[in-house]
């Protein structure tokens, strides 16, 4: 199944990227990978996004961009080092990106673009959806500028979709890959008070929604790619131990926590907000992992 239009992908080595590249092929796409190091095949184009540097064959006859490049945010504990290697491998580089396409004689339909629910903050029980504003702390400065860097890829052909990823559940990395470890020794627990809202979604779905938004031509603007159901951490931490058969009685307090993660403590680990997908629920977009046991079984197949 052929349908020829080839889309562009950034960070397709990553997590998310390396799933996209399958999911994209099954529909029948041409994807090119726009990679830092060597390129190895003649599907692979390169680019140096802190110096700016790309090479134009990669942004040829493209139908549609999907930009997820960046230093992990989840690893390693955050100091000024690391929150600027954060921000630099995602601000410029975007906009690097964004404005090369559109300057395009022939620009590509549709460019996607990676954000996060950290764009909301800690925002306790408010609930919050598309058309909330930005909360406060460096992660949600952070979303801005970077949605701000891909809204230069806006033009009169070119539709611009910011994703605002939750964490993500994968049988491959991410979140459980570093939370399995200890639950699997019995010494999982709540974090903190465990009632912060813990938005997520299941890799799945998550790639569901990159291919429902290349191809809901009236999409634009901010999406939340988050499950219908958002969970509060403690009910993570129970649905997970239960799965696993393991019992979590060990909560994680707060101060051990701010020791072990810097800042990223209070805003990934004990603050959160609760997102909901009102974008796409209304554009009819279906999830095949509403509640929260569902994706953790889903993520969990191989267990
Ligand atoms: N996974 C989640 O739970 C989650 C949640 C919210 C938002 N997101 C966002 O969604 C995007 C994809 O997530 P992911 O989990 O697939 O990320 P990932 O596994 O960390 O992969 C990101 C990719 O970005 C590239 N990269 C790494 N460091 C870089 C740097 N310093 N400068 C430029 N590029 C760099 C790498 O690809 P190359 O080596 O091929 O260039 C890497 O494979 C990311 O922007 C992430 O912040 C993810």
Known sequence: MEN????????????????????????GYKSRSLVRREPENADEFGWEPEKG???????????????????NIAEGRWGQEKKKRIWTSREGPTALLATRCQELASPPKVFVSASATGFYGN??????????????????????????????????????????????????????EKVLPIFRKGLGGKLGSGKQFMPWISEEDLVRVFLFVLETESLCGPINAVAPEPAIN??????????????????????ALRTAFGEMA?????????????????????????????????????E
Not at 147 to 176: F, H, M, Y
Not at 234 to 255: D, N, Q, S
Not at 268 to 291: D, I, S, W, Y
Request: aromatic share 6%; proline share 4%; with cysteine.
């Open 53 to 71: 540097e790309l090479d134009p064959a990669a942004l040829e006859d493209l139908y549609g961009v999907v930009h997820l490049a960046g230093e």
């Open 266 to 302: 209070d805003e990934m680990l004990l603050g959160g907000a609760k997102v909901v997908p009102k974008v796409l629920l209304e554009n009819g977009f279906t999830f095949q992992h509403t509640e929260l046991e569902k994706g953790l079984r889903w993520a969990l197949k191989n």
């Open 123 to 176: 925002r306790g029980e408010e609930q919050v959806d598309e058309t909330s504003a930005a909360g406060e702390g460096y992660l949600a400065d952070l979303c801005r500028a970077w949605e701000r860097a891909a809204d230069k890829a806006q033009g009169e052909n070119t539709r611009v979709v910011k994703v605002r990823i939750g964490p993500v559940l994968s049988p491959s990395g991410g979140l459980l």
């Open 4 to 27: 020829k239009k080839i889309i562009l992908i950034t960070g397709s080595s990553g997590m998310v990227g390396g799933a996209l590249l399958k999911a994209l092929a099954a529909k």
């Open 234 to 255: 403690e009910l993570f931490t129970k649905t997970l131990g239960a799965l696993l058969h393991r019992p979590t009685i060990f909560p994680a307090p707060a101060f």
